[in-house]
Nanobody, 120 residues
Framework: QVQLVESGGGSVQAGGSLRLSCAAT???????MAWFRQAPGKEREDVAI???????LYRTSVQGRFTISKDNAKNTLYLQMNNLKAEDTAMYYC???????????????WGQGIQVTVSS
């Protein structure tokens, strides 16, 4: 069983930065891990994915601004978010899954979510 707890969210002005952390308990090395987000009135979408072979994938809208990484010694996933925009405002979720981590159906474990608000 894997448990995921996010931290590091908050409010920031456009152009600013935040780093989200996701502390995991349980063995996560066998899982792809990802950050998803859901804005009010919109469907949840994948933002950044870290596959088991170290491959990273990003949503086009965050490419070049967001970086996903993992510290295996701390069993913690990160999302560094730079040059934030108002449209990045959403609830962000840490996730772990068996394959792909592109869609909700790929995910086995979810964090509780953390709010990121970007004001313009």
């Amino acid at each position: 069983q894997v448990q995921l707890v996010e931290s590091g969210g908050g409010s920031v002005q456009a152009g600013g930065s935040l780093r989200l952390s996701c502390a995991a308990t349980g063995y996560t090395n066998r899982y792809c891990m990802a950050w998803f987000r859901q804005a009010p009135g919109k469907e949840r979408e994948d933002v950044a994915i870290l596959d088991t072979d170290g491959t990273t994938l990003y949503r086009t809208s965050v490419q070049g601004r967001f970086t996903i990484s993992k510290d295996n010694a701390k069993n913690t996933l990160y999302l560094q978010m730079n040059n934030l925009k108002a449209e990045d405002t959403a609830m962000y979720y840490c996730a772990a899954g068996g394959q792909g981590c592109h869609m909700d159906s790929d995910i086995s474990f979810w964090g509780q979510g953390i709010q990121v608000t970007v004001s313009s």
